[in-house]
């Protein structure tokens, strides 16, 4: 599925999941892409992200080089949550460009409210572009050394594919969104109920 232009359904609830589904091949993967994602997560204003844009023609290489590492990231984040989801062995390949990227990222934690909730976040010092990306090697390191005890999920729609973290009470969240791919298995379900009553009517 490649990404779309339109703003990315930021569900997942960490933004390593949010960049994962955003782009699940990443060779969909694209500079403007990689930027209207950095956009839409807030790590970047649109100001900036107008001048990281402008950066592809100026610059092509140091963009190239930080997308080439967007996509080795993504298609190892993705390897990883569906291992973890399957309960099986993470591939210390896999885990190579989070450390890669944490390894020349300097930062500081800082305490952040956000719909009246406080939580930790990992504020990137810029250097080079690297530092882009080092919230999402940071959340997807968190995800990764909770291991069995991470509440990741995949969403119940056999159509949808997005990965979500279960932060419900109850820890059985079923889908991603439930105004989107809950209401429509509901509706979907409702209409066999009805079709299956009038067949045997």
Known sequence: M?????APRLLGGRLSLDFVNAAPSSAALSWA???????????????????????SPSDPREAEALLLKARRLGSALHKVFAAMLRKQRI????????????????????????????????????GGLDWLLAA?????????????RARLRL???PHCGLFFYDNSRTRRRRWCSMAVCGNRSKVAAFARKHRSARNTS
Request: charged share 25%.
């Open 155 to 157: 969403c119940a729609n």
């Open 2 to 6: 490649p990404f779309s232009t339109s």
């Open 33 to 55: 892409h990689l930027i209207h994602f950095l956009e839409s997560a807030r790590i970047v204003s649109a100001e900036r992200g107008a001048q990281l844009l402008s950066l």
């Open 91 to 126: 591939a210390g390949e896999w885990t190579e460009p989070v450390n890669e990227i944490l390894r020349i990222t300097e930062g500081h934690d800082e305490l952040v409210a956000e719909d009246g909730v406080w939580k930790i976040e990992f504020i990137a010092r810029e």
């Open 136 to 148: 999402v090697a940071r959340s997807a390191a968190e995800i990764i050394a909770e291991g069995a």
